[in-house]
């Protein structure tokens, strides 16, 4: 178990991360949102033991970690970090690289590289040099390689940012499921919902180095806390109460409002067409809504809203 105590970080005297707490039981996977500078990869950083706390302790197991200030080489051998920049070897094979912490002795050493590959998709490069990879497979090679040492902690950060879009969903999906078979914890600070709301147990969000939310997954995407939480998933509208009957302020995103015969008067501005449905952006009253439409409307046409 992962528990992080009032911790807080500061570069060159400007705090990035304050008072952060929280705790990761085994085998959860966790996701760290917010925009770009509010601190996750620092978080990550601080966990791993590449950067020092300036308050605050980090406790595995209940037993603390000490960071870079007491150890040179940083990390812990039940933890593994898969950064932005990858530590890959580039004029070795890929088979080399997912098992250069694995002993030679091992019985099974090259059926367990090979597993680890087909959770990433690299089997069929198991003989290529590195260094003739692109990023996106060098990415994945990287996740197989911090997988062959067996951690209890997996931290990530933006783990498929460099992988083909049409790759994301299978590579997700085995590797989540990786995890969970091996009920191995993951942290994992990313920008993109598609790695959150299918694969997560808990998100974690971030703002100016605080933690604003931690709940389940579900409760952070169903009942944001504020516009800054809701809109890291998708595009919110802000509802005061009274706007369409509604007796409270709403958050809602735009497949939680509809097109309707009667309702709040709205102008069409555009339609952006999305593949099954369109996205369709209306003007009133000087408020901008956001709505779900299986057809594309002409700029400039009259709809009525109304809350599903």
């Known amino acids: 178990m992962l528990q992080l105590v009032d911790i807080d970080f500061a ?7 304050k008072n952060i707490s929280l705790q990761l039981e085994q085998g959860a996977v966790v996701a760290v949102m917010g925009e770009s500078g509010c601190g996750k990869s620092t978080l990550l950083n601080l966990i791993y033991g590449i950067l020092q706390p300036d308050t605050g302790k980090i406790l595995w197991n209940g037993k603390e970690l000490l960071g870079p200030d007491h150890h040179l080489v940083p990390g812990h051998p039940m933890m593994k970090y898969v950064p932005q920049e990858f530590d890959l070897m580039p004029y ?32 069929t490069y198991a003989d290529r040099k590195v ?5 996106g497979q060098k990415q994945r090679v990287a996740i197989a390689k911090a997988l062959a040492q067996q951690p209890q902690l997996l931290l990530l950060d933006e783990p498929f940012s460099h992988v083909d ?25 990313t920008h993109d919902r598609d790695d959150v709301l299918s694969f ?9 180095g605080h933690i604003v939310d931690h709940r389940s997954t579900r409760e952070v995407y169903h009942d944001p806390k504020d516009v800054y939480g809701a809109t890291l998933f998708d595009d ?3 509802l005061p109460s009274g706007v369409m009957s509604n007796t409270k302020d709403l958050l809602l995103y735009p497949h939680q409002l509809e097109i309707a015969n009667a309702g709040y008067e709205s102008l ?3 339609s952006y067409f999305k593949g099954k449905s369109y996205l369709i952006e209306c003007k009133s009253a000087e408020r901008t809504f956001w709505v779900k439409s299986q057809k594309e409307l ?9 809350i599903k």
Request: proline fraction near 0%; aromatic fraction near 6%; avoid cysteine.
């Open 11 to 17: 570069f060159a005297k400007a705090k990035t991360l």
């Open 92 to 123: 070795t094979t890929v088979f080399e690289n997912v098992g250069e912490h694995l002993s030679i002795q091992l019985d099974d050493r090259a059926q367990t590289i090979h597993r680890l590959l087909e959770v990433v998709e690299m089997e």
């Open 131 to 135: 260094k003739t990879l692109s990023g």
């Open 165 to 189: 879009n049409f790759r994301k969903n299978t590579l997700r999906r085995r590797l989540f499921k990786h995890l969970k078979d091996e009920n191995i914890s993951a942290l994992i600070a």
């Open 200 to 208: 997560t147990d808990e998100t974690i969000i971030m703002r100016a």
């Open 236 to 238: 919110i509208n802000v």
């Open 268 to 270: 069409v501005v555009n």
């Open 298 to 306: 002409s700029n400039s046409s009259i709809v009525y809203l109304k």
